[in-house]
């Protein structure tokens, strides 16, 4: 049995809680807060809810830790730590920071003896995985990237630190003009405003100026001023009856030529549809989970990303079963 730890007990930490009940050769051991651990509970019978602070001491104790934190400010800071004490996996998804984030990692795992595999999810993760096996089969083509129509947690946040919203949920839309362009191998040309709308559902506090809202989210930069975005003003009520989940999703396209002359058109494409993007996404690490301890028991270390591990370290299959059932 593989011994997991689960640092931070939020959406993603819940997730992960449930896949290790799906995979007969883990199990739970412990559960890390910063929280007062006596007001968290957690699903599994049996299982502890430690303090951050008592992580190290347990070491021993577990095969692999799995890192919930988020991107911003956790995982930069607790993945290199925990890495000298344990074989750690995160989500790490600030694409432009993932270099810096790995050679942090690296050097603290190669000291240490330990496997850490960071950016795994779905996107950096399995996406990332799609746009390298694409680029391969199709050299001569060109990779594009749709995500939803999903909630983005990140652009519902920036909503809610206007003055004068009481909650907010933003989703980001491809636009079907632009993916059947791309499904039919044109090859076009897209701008950031071309892709995605971006829809957002606010609750304004009482008194606040809506119009003035309004015209904060559509002009923010970085998040809305690139982008068609509309703003609808609903009630909580509303918030909570149509916009309580956690949905996401996306497409990953390459489009292609073959031939001599390139006269034959090719185009692979992987989609998404998710109902809750942070079960999905703790699916992804927990195989990724099994994968690192599998290398670490075979003598690697290091950090590594989701390009560096076989596919068959994933699965609890054999490899005689996998090349009896799936190849």
Known sequence: MIRVGIMGYGNLGRGIECAIRQNADMELKAV???????????????????????????????????????????????????????????????????????????????????IAIISSGWDPGMFSLNRLYAGA???????????????????????????????AKQYTIPIEKALEAVRGGSNPELTTREKHLRECFVVAKEGADLAKIEQEIKTMPNYF????????????????????????????IRSGKTGWEEEHNHIIEYSLKLDSNPEFTASVIVAYARAAVRMKEEGMTGCKTVFDVAPAYLSPLSGEELRAHLL
């Open 137 to 167: 089969v199709l050299p001569a083509g060109k990779d594009y990237t749709f995500w939803g129509k999903g909630v983005s947690q990140g652009h519902s946040d920036a909503i809610r630190r206007i003055e004068g919203v009481a909650n």
């Open 32 to 114: 890390f807060t910063r929280r007062d651990p006596k007001t968290v509970k957690i699903l599994t019978e049996g299982v502890k809810v430690y303090s951050t602070e008592e992580a190290i001491r347990m070491k021993d104790e577990l095969d692999i830790l799995i890192l919930c934190g988020g991107s911003a400010t956790d995982l930069p800071e607790q993945t290199k730590e925990y890495a000298k004490y344990f074989n750690v996996i995160d989500s790490f998804d600030t694409h432009a920071r993932i270099p810096e984030h790995y050679a942090n990692v690296d050097a603290v795992a190669k000291e240490s003896g330990n």
């Open 225 to 252: 001023a690139d982008y068609d975005t509309i703003v609808h003003f609903i009630t909580e009520d509303e918030m909570q009856r149509d916009h309580s989940g956690i949905p996401h999703g996306g497409f990953v």
